[in-house]
């Protein structure tokens, strides 16, 4: 089908997003996401204008950078929405502000060693390595959707909320990226249109999400986790108890 039909229908969506956004005011609580999406917009005209009128080479250059300030506002929301949601852990234990830049050191070290042992015949070590790299950010965005994943089932919070939902659809972004990825690496030329296409649907599946959840206003439930975070380890500490009585056993 036309491409030009798919790009108007991806930033049709897009702008009724933002308009969402607007409308319900959770762009005032969720200000990377909404740039993040104004800036989808404007790179997905940016990549087919390119596209159609430049060479290959200046289109190479553009999309990778175009990728790396996607990488960049990945990790951003993700860290807005998970401050937000532990805040009250952000504000008792001094050692909690580590657990989210220590995710991105592990997974970018992740990443270095599969560039290091992981290397195709034939294929360039930059691009190599810009594909991990890329592996990195999905490996953080899918940790972190796991965390909330447990967060949501432990404190029964609605699935509808916008934390939650902004974090699952960056997790269908990941999962896509991760296995185009991953096809694009394995050798072979019969991946390689599962590579063209695997993250454009990802990203139509996680916008029809945010539009769905951001469709209506959020439920009347402070999804910021109300626990004191001494309450939680200690609870934590007696589950670990019974756990191990149950193995002595």
């Known amino acids: 089908m036309d491409p030009v039909f798919w ?6 969506l897009q702008i009724c997003l933002v308009a969402m956004l607007v409308r319900h005011k959770a762009f005032r609580e969720f200000r990377f996401f909404f740039w993040f999406i ?3 917009i404007a790179v997905d005209v940016l990549r087919y204008t390119v596209q159609l009128r430049y060479s290959h080479k200046v289109f190479f250059w553009v999309y ?3 990728a790396f300030l996607y990488d960049i506002f990945n990790v951003s929301v993700l860290y807005e929405v998970f401050w937000r949601t532990f805040r009250e ?5 001094a050692w909690f502000r580590l657990v989210f830049p220590g995710a991105v050191l592990l997974a970018l070290a992740i990443a270095l060693l599969f560039h290091a042992s992981f290397r195709p015949p034939r294929e360039p070590g930059l ?10 950010v999905d490996l953080i965005e899918l940790s972190l959707f796991a965390v909330f994943f447990m967060l949501v089932s432990f404190f029964a919070l609605p699935w509808r909320s916008y934390a939650f939902a902004i974090v699952l659809g960056f997790a ?3 999962m896509g990226s991760w296995a185009a990825y991953w096809l694009r690496l394995v050798p072979g030329s019969k991946y390689r249109e599962f590579f063209r296409y695997i993250p454009p649907i990802s990203y139509f599946c996680a916008l029809l999400l945010w539009l769905a959840v951001f469709n ?3 439920p009347k ?4 986790l109300k626990v004191r975070p001494e309450e939680l380890l200690q609870e934590l500490k007696e589950y670990g108890k019974i756990l191990a009585a149950i193995k002595r056993r």
């Not at 790009?7 to 049709?12: E, Q, R």
Request: aromatic share 16%.
């Open 38 to 40: 104004v800036f989808s």
């Open 172 to 174: 269908i972004l990941s």
């Open 216 to 218: 209506r206003p959020e």
């Open 221 to 224: 439930q402070d999804w910021a």
């Open 127 to 136: 691009i190599t390595l810009v594909f991990s790299i890329e592996i990195a």
């Open 7 to 12: 790009l108007i229908i991806g930033v049709g």
């Open 89 to 93: 852990f952000y504000r008792r234990l």
């Open 64 to 66: 990778w950078i175009t």
